[in-house]
């Protein structure tokens, strides 16, 4: 018989809270909302400890409730406008990748501007590394709706990014 895993707290918040801070960073696009969002994840996290069976459910779980509690927290300030730029701060991981070129902080930023669903779907599927079939566990979503959030997501994205980057390309 396997040994039964027994996590450990700290471990799971050093080797994950970029990834939940990033998360939750690229659905509210608000610095401090994201900060109190990736806490109230490992809280809870802490009070479901014994509940994660192994390493891989504890990265799912931490996957499927810090996009579920960033997703809540956006609804809950409705103050989001398409134009609103995203302000990271510089002592986050994600924030040297994001500011690593001109072009990718101007992506990042048009990231911000789809709506919630797809934005989540698409941070899981392409910054996670996510299957559409795993995005839906982790969403509680059908599949459908999933492969839906991810198309429409990605075909706004382009047009935005076709809008906007030929805008950026007549700047520089």
Do not use: C
């Not at 799971?12 to 939940?20: I, Y």
């Amino acid at each position: 018989m396997a040994p039964h895993w027994q996590p450990d707290f700290e471990q799971l918040v050093d080797e994950h809270q970029s990834m939940v801070f990033s998360l939750a960073l690229r659905i509210t696009a608000d610095h401090g909302l994201a900060e109190e969002v990736a806490q109230d994840v490992f809280l809870e996290m802490d009070r479901h400890l014994r509940q994660l069976d192994s390493p891989d459910h504890a990265l799912f779980w931490l996957r499927r409730v810090a996009v579920s509690r960033a997703t809540d927290a956006l609804r809950r300030r409705r103050v989001r406008r398409i134009n609103d730029w995203v302000e990271l701060g510089d002592h986050h991981p994600v924030t040297r990748e994001v500011h690593s070129s001109p072009l990718g902080t101007r992506i990042e930023q048009l990231l911000a501007t789809l709506p919630a669903p797809q934005r989540a779907a698409l941070l899981l599927r392409y910054q996670e590394d996510m299957s559409p079939e795993e995005i839906a566990a982790a969403l509680e979503a059908p599949l459908a709706t999933v492969k839906s959030h991810l198309q429409r997501g990605l075909k706004l994205l382009r047009a935005k990014a076709s809008h906007h980057l030929r805008e950026y390309i007549r700047e520089a």
